[in-house]
């Protein structure tokens, strides 16, 4: 509609809905959109589900990095401006109030993002423990091979996203380092998998 254009052309895409700059009626910084605000043991479940959240809102790019921050003197300057102080609203609101003070001084809410990313994430030192745990007292028990292998697989998976073993980035790897990488995951694996067997395997070296 040529309506809605002219209106977008003033306030830089606040009103249109499929604009990333796009604030509905009803949104207001203090909402909760997680069903747990973030503690210190929940960070990959609540990332997630905040993550869902501002996707469909389309509002990923700015805690990504994506969107960035454009001159003052640009049309979507003040759309920007809006749209951060209100996921850094939405951000605040969902954490317990120990986390929330210690991001008070962050300047984006992609600076938010990456703080807590960086506190909590990846690195999450419990929670491979706690995987690890489930691996070794992982067993066939008499289910089949291939289901007892799908339920390693999925510890295996989720291990390699909570404490994931380096690999090479090289150009199509042959170099020394990652070959052992890539050797050294493939036979923990292996010897993870044949602990768990019902029937006992003697390994030959
Ligand atoms: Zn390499």
Redesign the pocket.
């Known amino acids: 509609m040529a309506g809605n254009k002219d209106k977008n052309k003033n306030d830089g895409g606040a009103s249109d809905h499929t604009s990333p700059y796009y604030i509905h009626a009803s949104d207001y910084p203090r909402q909760l959109h997680v069903n747990d605000v973030l503690t210190d043991v929940n960070y990959n479940d609540w990332s997630q589900e905040m993550m869902n959240f501002l996707f469909a809102k389309k509002k990923v790019g700015f805690i990504d990095g994506s969107i960035k921050k454009p001159e003052s003197s640009d049309a979507t300057y003040m759309a920007w401006m809006r749209c951060g102080a209100m996921i850094k609203g939405w951000l605040n609101t969902a954490m317990e109030k120990e986390i929330r003070t210690s991001v008070k001084y962050a300047v984006t809410a992609q600076d938010i993002w990456s703080d807590l990313k960086e506190r909590f994430g990846n690195t999450s030192a419990p929670r491979a423990y706690e995987l690890k745990q489930s691996l070794m007292t992982t067993k066939q028990e008499g289910v089949s091979v291939s289901a007892y292998f799908t339920k390693l697989r999925s510890l295996w998976d989720e291990i390699q996203l909570v404490f994931p073993i380096p690999t ?3 150009k199509g ?3 020394e ?3 052992q990488l890539y050797d050294f995951k493939q036979k923990e694996k292996l010897y993870e998998f044949l602990l768990g067997l019902d029937v006992e395997y003697t390994i030959r070296t």
Request: hydrophobic residues 10%; contains cysteine.
């Open positions: 090479c980035n090289c790897c042959s170099c380092i990652g070959k």
